[in-house]
């Protein structure tokens, strides 16, 4: 199976600065990689996704980008802000997908 | 849009006692719904995937006599822990989709056994 690997475990940022979660998989097959967000409680939340044959995808304050060669893609967060605070969840997917260990991302005012 | 909705939020019962989760996709048909576990600060683990119509493929290890799945339609499936026990106390997490992707996750059953 695919082997996921997410770093950082824990993140702490001041507000306004940026935060960069990265990730890397096994499988060269792999062609879908979505992030997810998961407040305390609650389910994940997709909060932004890329395919293989997309380097760079930006939503806002959000960007992914993906480096196939080398098998890791990168959460960007511009401008962090409290409400950013959560666990976000890198995800390696085909027909099944397959769980980074998530990053406790803490936002200080 | 793509919501789906997960019941009951959090459930307390005897150890011994069957207990069912719904999973609801709001405004889509869900052709594929996934049951995840996940344990206190770690990720999620899935369970079983299943197709509307179809028995739902289990992972190693997850028992399927003990976690009944049943998909009965695009838009529902249903996940019951059979004489539950303590160590079945976790947080139930579903999923659902179209085509496999992308999955969109309800916000959880807390299962608490005593």
């Known amino acids: 199976g695919e082997n996921v690997e997410q770093h950082p475990s824990t993140l702490s940022v001041q507000e306004g600065d940026s935060a960069v979660i990265k990730c890397t998989y096994s499988d060269s097959a792999s062609n879908y990689f979505p992030w997810y967000k998961q407040e305390l409680g609650k389910g994940p939340q997709l909060i932004i996704d890329?395919?293989?044959?997309?380097g760079e995808k930006k939503d806002q304050r959000i960007a992914v980008t993906l480096n196939k060669t080398a098998k890791h893609f990168s959460l960007h967060i511009t401008e962090t802000q409290p409400e950013d605070s959560a666990v976000y969840f890198c995800?390696?997917?085909?027909?099944?997908?397959?769980f980074g260990t998530g990053t406790s991302l803490t936002v200080i005012p | 849009g793509a919501v789906v909705s997960q019941h009951p939020s959090w459930v307390i019962c005897k150890s011994g006692t069957s207990v069912k989760i719904e999973c609801r996709s709001l405004d889509f048909q869900a052709t594929t719904m996934f049951w995840y576990r996940q344990f206190p600060k770690q990720s999620l683990m899935l369970m079983a995937t299943?197709?509307?119509?179809?028995?739902?493929?289990?992972e190693q290890g997850v028992e399927k006599d003990k976690f009944l799945i049943n998909h009965a339609s695009l838009t529902l499936s249903t996940l019951t822990v059979t004489s539950a026990h303590p160590e079945d106390s976790s947080f139930y997490i579903c999923?659902?989709?179209?085509?496999?992707?992308?999955?969109?996750f309800g916000d959880g059953t807390r299962l608490s056994i005593l």
């Open positions: 890329i395919r293989s044959n997309v």
């Open positions: 999923s659902a989709s179209t085509d496999y992707q992308p999955q969109h």
């Open positions: 299943s197709n509307e119509g179809s028995k739902a493929t289990y």
């Open positions: 995800v390696v997917g085909g027909n099944q997908f397959y």
